[in-house]
C-alpha cells in the first residue's frame, strides 16, 4: 500500500466514524480495501492541478508537470 493512499485512507475512516472508533492498525484488511478505494479515487481527482495551484507556481508550466508527477508519486 502507497503510504499516502492510506494516510487518506485512514482520514476518511476515522472521519466517517469519528472518535472513538477501532483504531485503524487493528482493522482487518477486507474492512480496509472500501477506504483504501475511496483514498485512491479521491487522490486520483486531485491530479489535474486547479487554477489557483497553477497560479501559486513560480512557473505555470513547471506545476503542469509538477503537480501531476506528484500526484501519481503519491499513488504508488
Known amino acids: 500500500m502507497g503510504e499516502m493512499i492510506e494516510r487518506v485512507a485512514?482520514?476518511?475512516y476515522e472521519g466517517r466514524?469519528?472518535?472513538?472508533?477501532k483504531p485503524w492498525s487493528?482493522?482487518?484488511k477486507?474492512?480496509?480495501e472500501p477506504y483504501m478505494a475511496d483514498a485512491r479515487a479521491a487522490i486520483v481527482a486531485m491530479r489535474e492541478p486547479?487554477?489557483?495551484i497553477t497560479a501559486m507556481s513560480y512557473c505555470a508550466d513547471n506545476a503542469e508537470n509538477l503537480w501531476p508527477a506528484m500526484i501519481d508519486a503519491?499513488?504508488?
Open 50 to 52: 486547479t487554477k489557483e
Open 30 to 32: 477486507a474492512h480496509k
Open 74 to 76: 503519491a499513488l504508488k
Open 26 to 28: 487493528l482493522l482487518p
Open 10 to 12: 485512514r482520514a476518511i
Open 17 to 21: 466514524n469519528g472518535r472513538g472508533c
